[in-house]
Nanobody
Framework: QVQLVESGGGLVQAGGSLRLSCAFP????????MGWFRQAPGKEREFVTA????????YYADSVKGRFTISRDNAKNTVYLQMNSLKPDDTAVYYC???????????????WGQGTQVTVAS
């Protein structure tokens, strides 16, 4: 079992930015596609974005396209989510996830982090 560890959440004003990080323990990080999901209060967990094992491909939900950027550093076993132009609707617990398969469009997590809270004040 792999336990991912997110960090970087917090409170930000609308229009502001935050960067989330997710650490992947062990030496097999580059074997996985990585992604971010989020869950707002009273709503189901939803896909946000994913990145291929080498960072060469990315995929975004329409709701964050153009505002959020996913990236990874395989030397540091870390994936990042840069969030700009934040809106109150972006308020949620953000979860990091890992998938062994190559399809980003059908990203299906097999490992999860514990989540980090992002709150965007209006």
């Amino acid at each position: 079992q792999v336990q991912l560890v997110e960090s970087g959440g917090g409170l930000v004003q609308a229009g502001g930015s935050l960067r989330l990080s997710c650490a992947f323990p062990g030496r097999t990080f580059r074997s996985y596609s990585m992604g971010w999901f989020r869950q707002a209060p009273g709503k189901e967990r939803e896909f946000v974005t994913a990145i291929s094992w080498n960072g060469g491909s990315t995929y975004y939900a329409d709701s964050v396209k153009g505002r959020f950027t996913i990236s990874r550093d395989n030397a540091k076993n870390t994936v990042y989510l840069q969030m700009n132009s934040l809106k109150p609707d972006d308020t949620a617990v953000y979860y990091c996830a890992a998938d062994k398969e190559s399809s980003l469009r059908y990203f299906t997590p097999i490992y999860w982090g514990q989540g980090t809270q992002v709150t965007v004040a209006s």
